[in-house]
């Protein structure tokens, strides 16, 4: 998919581990882990902002277009 | 009434299933000496409704295979719906290959009704046997076609479904 979420990158600059942030998230780590590995499908708004007011940055760190490379 | 899981609706309706799998095999040996019985009689005496006797126990003979086929995915779809296994991709494979026997079922069936009406040519014939014959296979036809509707639909809520799963 062409958006890439960068939590991994955030949570390694805040220096904060998985279980960490999901319990402060109040979300399951296995939910987290779907958003870290890029396997989610869409994210909600709360969550976003959660994500942003722990991680203390904008969904423009958290979020990123990065278009497919389309075999010829 | 309960309709997913154990001691459900579906649980009741699996052992319905199976047991009908061993009756219908029963029939299916039975008919096998029919057949036989019926192609020795169509060799020796060729009449008219020795013909249409013999292609209405043939054409039996091929629905009651696609009927066990169906048979058996259908026991496998209840058998996923007893354990609680709902919207899954393997749930409309079962579902597509019911539909794709009932359907060819339907072809089955327009070919039988097709020489039944070239064979068979009495009036009162024509009305008891090829009447509801053709409204058999039109009835079986719209019933894969509802089907395939149905599979439609199916395959629509499991894409909600993981999409909503795949929401965080």
């Known amino acids: 998919m062409a958006i890439i979420v960068n939590v991994d990158v955030m949570m390694a600059k805040r220096k904060m581990s998985l279980g960490e942030l999901a319990e402060k998230m109040e979300i399951t780590q296995a939910n987290l882990s779907i958003l870290k590995n890029n396997k989610g499908k869409a ?16 969904p423009n760190d958290i979020l990123e277009y990065r278009p497919d490379v389309k075999d010829k | 009434m309960k309709v997913l899981g154990k001691n459900s609706l579906s649980s009741k309706v699996l052992i319905g299933l199976k047991m009908l799998f061993v009756i219908c095999m029963c029939i299916f040996l039975y008919l096998g000496f029919i057949i036989a019985k019926d192609v020795r009689n169509v060799v020796n005496d060729v ?31 209840f058998n996923n719906l007893k354990n609680s296994v709902c919207f899954d991709e393997s749930n409309v494979r079962y579902l597509s290959k ?44 719209c019933t894969s076609v ?23």
């Open chain 1, 43 to 58: 994210i909600r708004f709360s969550t976003l902002n959660k994500l942003c007011e722990i991680l203390e940055c904008t």
């Open chain 2, 47 to 77: 009449s008219q409704p020795e013909i249409t006797e013999f292609i209405l126990t043939i054409g039996i003979f091929i629905t009651l295979i696609l009927f066990f086929i169906m048979l058996w995915y259908l026991i496998k779809f």
């Open chain 2, 98 to 141: 019911i539909m794709l026997t009932i359907f060819i079922a339907s072809i089955v069936y327009f070919i039988i009704s097709i020489l039944e009406t070239m064979f068979y040519n009495q009036i009162l014939s024509i009305l008891a046997i090829n009447v509801f014959l053709w409204i058999l296979t039109i009835i079986i036809f």
């Open chain 2, 146 to 168: 509802g089907l395939k509707i149905f599979i439609e639909i199916y395959k629509k809520a499991i894409e909600f479904k993981n999409e909503n799963d795949f929401t965080i």
